[in-house]
């Protein structure tokens, strides 16, 4: 008659986990998922932090790109206003209604005739956060001409601008009254953001000398 050997029985009945292996396991388990989970919203924060801080950078660059475009291409011709009035080239934050910022004649390229240049009356202005550009299609324009407004930054809290001039004995002086007549030597623009941060440019116009 064959017995089963002992031996073999007991390392048989050793194979497998013990409740308390198991518990010491899934302990294990929920401490590196823990990690692992901290991490990876972490990362993710941080990873959304950055897009936003590009997309936001984006719209900065394509404001000031408009912005310096439409200053470089500032011309000093006045035009006539909706009632006949005569408007100067250039007017300023002071001089202006309805948020406005400034209001320019510029001279750009025309892309329908390759070579040429065309006269466009252009309008920058702040309302609730929103900053927007306005292009008319004429330059002396009657009382049912209509701006294209385009939106080009949101989340704007504050816009400061300074002007200034050249002066042959005192260099480049700040102007505190601009003068209907003559453009600008320099802008200076600070734009002061929701999330509190400040971003500020100076634009050197060349057709202000």
């Not at 309008?123 to 929103?130: I, K, N």
């Not at 400061?160 to 802008?187: C, I, K, N, R």
């Amino acid at each position: 008659m064959i017995t089963p050997d002992k031996k073999t029985n007991r390392f048989k009945s050793q194979l497998g986990f013990t409740f308390i292996e198991v518990m010491v396991a899934v302990g294990v388990f929920a401490v590196i998922a823990t990690i692992c989970y901290a991490t990876l919203s972490q990362y993710l924060k941080v990873r959304e932090g950055l897009e936003v801080n590009q997309r936001e950078l984006q719209h900065l660059q394509r404001t000031f790109t408009l912005l310096e475009r439409d200053l470089r291409y500032m011309v000093n011709r006045p035009v006539r206003g909706e009632y006949g009035d005569i408007e100067a080239a250039y007017i300023g934050e002071a001089g202006s209604i309805n948020g406005e910022l400034f209001r320019i004649t510029i001279s750009e390229p025309d892309i329908e005739v390759p070579g040429s240049t065309r006269l466009r009356r252009v309008a920058w202005r702040l309302v609730d956060g929103a900053l927007y550009r306005d292009s008319w299609q004429v330059l002396d324009r009657v009382q049912d001409s209509e701006p294209e407004s385009r939106l080009v930054l949101q989340g704007v809290a504050q816009i400061d601008m300074l002007h200034y001039q050249w002066s042959d004995e005192l260099g480049v002086q700040q102007l505190f009254e601009l003068d209907p007549d003559a453009l600008p030597y320099a802008t200076e623009l600070l734009i002061n953001m929701d999330d509190e941060k400040s971003y500020r440019r100076l634009f050197d116009l060349a057709n202000g000398a």
